[in-house]
C-alpha cells in the first residue's frame, strides 16, 4: 500500500471526525437554545399561575368586603372593596396573551352592581335625614297644635289625641330604626303598623275639631304625616331594590372565581406538561 493511499485514509478519517463533532456540538447548541427557551417559558408561565392566583386572591378578598358592606354599610367597607377590584385588574394587565374578554366583562359588571349599590344605600341614608327631620316636624306641630287648642278654648279632648300622635310617632322612630338596622321583612310591617294606628288617631283628632283655625292647624298636621309615611315608603323601595343587586353580583361572583380557576389550572397543566421534559 503507498503512502499517497494511507495518507488520503487518514485524510478522510480526520475530516469525518471532524464532521461529527460539528454535528455533535451543533445539536448540542440547538438543543441548548431550546431547552433555555423551554425554561424560559416555563418560568413566564410560572409568573402567569401566580398573577392569576393573586386575582383569585384578590377578588376574594372583595367578596368578603362586600359581605361587610352590606352588613354595616360602611365607607371603608366600600372603599377596601374598590380598592381589591383595582387590584384583581392590576393582576390580569400581563395576562392580556389570554383570552380574558369574558372574564373582565364580569369583573366590569361586579363593580358596576356595587357602584349602584353604593349609590342607593347613599340615596336611603339621605331619606333616612329627611324621615327624621319630618318626625321632627310633626313633633313640634303637634305641641303647637296643642297650644293652640288651649288658646281657642278647643275640646279638652284634643290635647289627649295630640299626645297619643306623638307616642305612635315616637314609637314610629323608634321601630323604623331598628329596620333600618334588621333590613326584616318583620320589622318593616311592624312600622306600617304604627303608621295605621298615627292614621287612625290623627283622624280621631280630626273629628274632634270644630274651630277653622284648628282644621287648618289640622290640615298642617295631616301634610306632614303623609309626607313622613311617604319618606318612609321610599326607603322601604331604597332598601328592597339592594336585594336583586345583591343577587345578581353573587352570580358574578360565582362565575368570576370559575373562570379565574379554570384559566388558572389550565395554565398550570401546561406547566406541569412542560416541567419534565427541562
Keep these: 500500500m503507498s503512502f499517497k493511499s ?32 423551554a425554561l424560559e417559558e416555563y418560568k413566564l408561565m410560572a409568573d402567569h399561575v401566580n398573577s392569576f392566583s393573586q386575582a383569585e386572591f384578590n377578588f376574594f378578598q372583595a367578596t368578603i368586603s362586600l359581605k361587610d358592606y352590606t352588613n354595616s354599610f360602611e365607607e371603608q367597607k366600600a372603599s377596601e372593596f374598590l380598592s381589591y377590584i383595582e387590584s384583581v385588574k392590576n393582576n390580569l394587565v400581563d395576562l392580556s396573551t389570554y383570552n380574558l374578554e369574558e372574564l373582565q366583562s364580569n369583573l366590569t359588571s361586579y363593580e358596576s352592581l356595587f357602584n349602584k349599590l353604593v349609590t342607593l344605600n347613599q340615596g336611603k341614608n339621605n331619606l333616612i335625614d329627611e324621615f327624621l327631620n319630618h318626625g321632627s316636624e310633626l313633633e313640634n306641630n303637634i305641641n303647637g297644635f296643642i297650644e293652640l287648642s288651649q288658646k281657642v ?20 322612630i323608634d321601630l323604623s330604626t331598628q329596620y333600618f338596622s334588621s333590613l326584616s321583612e318583620g320589622d318593616k310591617n311592624n312600622v306600617i303598623k304604627e303608621f295605621e294606628n298615627l292614621n287612625l288617631q290623627l283622624s280621631t283628632l280630626g273629628y274632634s275639631i270644630i274651630n277653622q283655625e284648628l282644621n287648618d292647624a ?27 343587586i345583591i ?10 372565581l370559575n373562570l379565574l380557576e379554570e384559566q388558572r389550572m389550565e395554565l398550570k397543566v401546561q406547566q406541569d406538561t412542560l416541567g419534565p421534559s427541562l
Design 218 to 244: 289640622f290640615s298642617e298636621l295631616t301634610d306632614i304625616v303623609a309626607s313622613f309615611k311617604n319618606t318612609f315608603n321610599q326607603i322601604v323601595t331604597a332598601i328592597e331594590s339592594q336585594e336583586p
Design 153 to 172: 278654648g278647643g275640646s279638652s279632648s284634643l290635647p289627649i289625641y295630640s299626645q297619643r300622635i306623638l307616642q305612635y310617632k315616637n314609637t314610629i
Design 247 to 256: 343577587g345578581q353580583m353573587e352570580q358574578a361572583r360565582v362565575e368570576i
Design 6 to 37: 494511507i495518507g488520503s485514509k487518514i485524510t478522510l478519517i480526520i475530516i469525518t471526525t471532524f464532521l461529527l463533532f460539528s454535528l455533535s456540538i451543533s445539536y448540542n447548541i440547538y438543543a441548548l437554545i431550546n431547552s433555555n427557551n
